[in-house]
């Protein structure tokens, strides 16, 4: 099962110290919950908000309750010490099927 992940966030500066200092954390403490990251990217836009995309993936097909493990863990609780949580507006999560590889 793979997943994009939307995460938007009030300003570039924001999704910046995001991916900076909280997604490389994710992409070490996802994976003890069976969650694989297989990619991070920001958007580039000229407008006041920025989205960080995210694709994930596991073998199983409760992804949606394996994340919610996760966020319930003190493995997320560290990884995102220090940022405000304000700055993220909103997450959109999209199960994808894959056609092609």
């Not at 938007?8 to 999704?15: E, P």
């Not at 989205?51 to 097909?61: C, L, M, N, P, Q």
């Not at 319930?72 to 405000?84: L, P, T």
């Amino acid at each position: 099962m793979k997943q994009l992940r939307i995460y938007t966030l009030k300003d570039k500066k924001s999704a910046k110290e995001y991916l900076s200092n909280h997604w490389t954390k994710h992409m070490k403490s996802l994976p003890k919950f069976g969650i694989n990251v297989d990619n991070v990217f920001m958007e580039k836009n000229s407008l006041d908000y920025c989205r960080v995309f995210a694709i994930v993936s596991t073998e199983k097909d409760n992804l949606i309750e394996m994340n919610k493990k996760y966020m319930n863990s003190n493995d997320f609780i560290d990884d995102m010490s220090g940022f405000n949580m304000d700055n993220i507006i909103k997450v959109e999560d999209i199960n994808l099927i894959e056609f092609y590889k």
